[in-house]
């Protein structure tokens, strides 16, 4: 059974950081983008930042510019393991964040279309207070 489980969320006042994990398990991860999302309440679900298998990263296209310098994915293969380093966070980054897994082909780039993700997790909570 394919199966990605966040944690790491929580409630952090504004400035503070927060490490999520993703833990994959049924699944060869070194052959899956993994990517990044949130859904704030009462928006649509982003994307935040996604890796390919092979490490290119790439940013959603609507993430804004200071989230880039903010927000840091990794990925341990060995450990099936993905990661998003959330620094300075702000109230408006408060949402459920959701990591997810997309098959592909070695040479693929990473892409933050969610279409192209076809296993999520649970999600976990982010609340950022001012």
């Known amino acids: 059974q394919v199966q990605l489980v966040e944690s790491g969320g929580g409630l952090v006042q504004s400035g503070g950081s927060l490490r999520l994990s993703c833990a994959a398990s049924?699944?060869?991860?070194?052959?899956?983008?993994i990517g990044w999302f949130r859904q704030a309440p009462g928006k649509e679900r982003e994307g935040v930042v996604c890796?390919?298998?092979?490490?290119?990263?790439?940013?959603?296209?609507y993430s804004e510019d200071s989230r880039k310098g903010r927000f840091t994915m990794s990925r341990d293969n060995g450990k099936k393991m993905a990661y998003l380093q959330m620094n300075s966070l702000k109230p408006e980054d408060t949402a459920v964040y959701y990591c997810?897994?997309?098959?592909?082909?070695?040479?693929?780039?990473?892409?933050?279309?969610?279409?192209?993700?076809?296993?999520w997790g649970q999600g976990t909570q982010v609340t950022v207070s001012s």
């Open positions: 997810a897994a997309r098959s592909q082909i070695l040479s693929s780039s990473a892409t933050c279309a969610q279409d192209d993700y076809n296993t």
């Open positions: 890796m390919s298998r092979a490490g290119d990263v790439r940013y959603s296209e």
């Open positions: 049924g699944l060869q991860f070194n052959r899956y983008g």
